[in-house]
Nanobody, 119 residues
Framework: VQLQASGGGLVQPGGSLRLSCAASEGTLDYYAIGWFRQAPGKEREGISCSSSSDGTTYYVDSVKGRFTVSRDNAKNTVYLQMNSLKPEDTAVYYC?????????????WGQGTQVTVSS
């Protein structure tokens, strides 16, 4: 499976963006899907994981209530809707797949899309 992340950009604090993670050469149906981000000078952090077994999505506390993961099976695409964005959300965002949430090695990674939150 190949992943293509897109949708990043510059947005003002309080604004919204929707990131897309499109899969090719395979289906997302059987995988857990994770969203990660890496801010300048910081380590990559996982911000959400959608379970392969039951589809439950888990969010890190810093984005809970603001970010929502959804998927369009017909388009083989997963989305990360980001609302009420804050400057501290500025980072390169990545999507990834693995067998299940938990210890994450990443069977595939998208190339990353830059999100900048600034006035």
């Amino acid at each position: 499976v190949q992943l293509q992340a897109s949708g990043g950009g510059l947005v003002q604090p309080g604004g919204s963006l929707r990131l897309s993670c499109a899969a090719s050469e395979g289906t997302l149906d059987y995988y857990a899907i994770g969203w990660f981000r890496q801010a300048p000078g910081k380590e990559r952090e996982g911000i959400s994981c959608s379970s392969s077994s039951d589809g439950t999505t888990y969010y890190v506390d810093s984005v809970k209530g603001r970010f929502t993961v959804s998927r369009d099976n017909a388009k083989n695409t997963v989305y990360l809707q980001m609302n009420s964005l804050k400057p501290e959300d500025t980072a390169v965002y990545y999507c990834s797949i693995d067998d299940e949430c938990g210890s994450w090695a990443g069977l595939a990674w998208g190339q990353g899309t830059q999100v900048t939150v600034s006035s």
